[in-house]
């Protein structure tokens, strides 16, 4: 991407970063597909002061990171995608919860349809944090960063929500100390 007013490319990193890896300060920063929840509250604690060291005052961190309800049902996530001769079925689901530790065993599982991988199955299951609008409140509150809004990523106009509001896809703008 390159800016509008120099010309040029920004500064690009990419990867999961306790921080301890960056050279220098940025702009702002991005946390997609709620690899946050892959962290635990005090995980997430350790990762938002590395990030707030890294980025610029009144910089932004977008981190787009799910919010379930205190008593949410299990949730599952299925459909299909073709490209080409290519036909996936794909499945994301939440298998158990434990709500006193606030963790959540997840399972994703790809399968090839139709093309060269037919009948290919990739299957990952994955330990996550269970994260509601009050956990999420307190460990953000207890980071360097302020939220200062919250859209829902869910629909196509992604409009600004409650920052006490619930959703799959939502994404948070923290802004830097």
Do not use: K, N
């Amino acid at each position: 991407m390159t800016s509008p007013s120099t010309g040029t490319c920004p500064r690009r990193r990419t990867g999961w970063s306790s921080g301890s890896a960056l050279e220098g300060r940025f702009d702002g920063a991005i946390c997609a597909i709620s690899t946050a929840g892959l962290l635990s509250a005090d995980e997430l604690g350790r990762h938002l002061e590395a990030m707030a060291r890294h980025l610029l005052p009144g910089a932004r961190y977008l981190v787009q990171q799910g919010l379930a309800g205190d008593q949410a049902e299990l949730w599952r996530s299925e459909w299909e995608a073709e490209r080409g001769e290519i036909r996936l079925h794909v499945v994301f689901e939440a298998l158990e919860r434990d709500l006193d530790r606030a963790r959540e065993l997840s399972r994703s599982r790809v399968e090839v349809l139709t093309g060269p991988r037919a009948g290919a199955v990739v299957e990952d299951l994955h330990t996550t944090t269970y994260w509601t609008p009050a956990t999420w409140r307190a460990a953000i509150d207890a980071s360097p960063f302020a939220q200062v809004a919250c859209y829902d990523g869910g629909l196509p106009e992604r409009p600004p929500v409650e920052l006490e509001q619930a959703g799959g896809y939502l994404w948070h703008e923290l802004a830097a100390p």
